[in-house]
Nanobody, 115 residues
């Protein structure tokens, strides 16, 4: 069982920045892949960014060049630095961990970008 606790969401104006954090209850060295997903009202949950244990990065086209995912194994934490935020980035952001053949999810954190 892996527990994930997100923090860092909030309200920001377009063009602003936020950093999301996701703290895992186990060592991130034991987690194959961690990522951030988002779900806007009335839409499906989609991948925003992912990072493997080996450090391979994946980004949705819509956030490339603006968002950066990173992990601090010493703190068992994954971050999502979001710069140049746009109103269309407004969503609930969820942390995900894939470990031991199972998907685990955080409770979600709201990000709202005003125009």
């Amino acid at each position: 069982q892996v527990q994930l606790v997100e923090s860092g969401g909030g309200l920001v104006q377009a063009g602003g920045s936020l950093r999301l954090s996701c703290a895992a209850s186990i060592s991130t060295l034991n987690i194959n892949t961690m990522g951030w997903y988002r779900q806007a009202p009335g839409k499906q949950r989609v991948l925003v960014a992912g990072i493997t244990r080996a450090g391979t990065l994946t980004y949705a086209n819509s956030v490339k060049g603006r968002f950066t995912i990173s992990r601090d194994n010493a703190k068992n934490t994954v971050y999502l630095q979001m710069n140049g935020l746009k109103p269309e980035d407004t969503a609930v952001y969820y942390c995900n961990a894939f470990s031991f053949g199972h998907d685990y999810w955080g409770q979600g954190t709201q990000v709202t970008v005003s125009s």
